[in-house]
């Protein structure tokens, strides 16, 4: 295990994927099992739900996102999500929230920012736990274009709500390092 501030600075977009990963596939769901229960969520009401499409599934899904855009993906990086081992879908359950906000008026106008942040934190923590383990992944929103054939391809509940989706593989490229704000900028100390 590597010290967590080096776990996270691993966690990169990793665009250039193949299906040859150290995991296998039911090592992975584990791994999704895991992020699923360890993630907190605003009263730990567990509001996000992921499909794990693997192999051909997602290799069909990337051809339907593609054309759903008129293949206008570039082709680096329609190659790159096509040739990954699988393909994560977040989702929030909407029906979720709305009983919350009928169960917490006092927080009702809150529960749906809060449910975006713990999907973000689930989506995080995957990202960095597949790092951990080699395997690298993207963060990619297609949605809303595509949520309609989504539902009816993989029979999504009406209440689910597509957020995200996370291509991920064995990585065939690291990039390079990316421009920061200078750090003063972000981070103000008081003491
Ligand atoms: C909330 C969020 C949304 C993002 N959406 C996309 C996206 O739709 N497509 C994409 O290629 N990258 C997306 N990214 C990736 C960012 O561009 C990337 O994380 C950022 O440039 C830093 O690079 P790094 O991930 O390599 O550290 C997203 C990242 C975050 C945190």
């Not at 009401?45 to 855009?69: G, M």
């Not at 975006?116 to 080699?134: I, K, S, V």
């Not at 957020?163 to 750090?183: H, N, S, T, W, Y």
Request: aromatic share 12%.
């Amino acid at each position: 295990m590597q010290k967590y501030l080096e776990l996270i600075r691993n966690r990169r977009s990793f665009y250039n994927l193949s299906e040859d990963t150290e995991l296998s596939k039911e090592e992975i769901k584990y791994l999704f099992e895991d992020v699923l229960n360890i993630t907190p969520t605003a009263m730990n009401s567990q509001p996000v739900r992921i499909v794990l499409l693997f192999d051909d599934k997602s290799k069909e899904f990337w051809n339907k996102v593609n054309e759903t855009y008129d293949n206008t993906i570039k082709e680096e990086k329609f190659n790159g999500f096509y040739h990954a081992k699988g393909t994560a879908l977040y989702f929030i359950d909407d029906a979720l929230i709305k009983e919350l906000e009928e169960k917490y008026p006092l927080y009702a106008d809150r529960m749906k920012q809060w449910a975006e942040h713990g999907c973000a934190m689930t989506q995080l923590n995957a990202w960095q736990a597949l790092a951990d383990e080699n395997i690298g992944a993207s963060l990619q929103h297609y949605n809303p274009g595509i949520d309609k054939w989504v539902k009816e391809l993989y029979d999504i509940p009406e209440n689910y709500r597509l957020v995200a989706q996370m291509p991920f593989g064995k990585i065939l490229d690291v990039p390079e390092e990316k421009e920061k704000a200078p750090i003063d900028k972000l981070l103000k100390v008081i003491d």
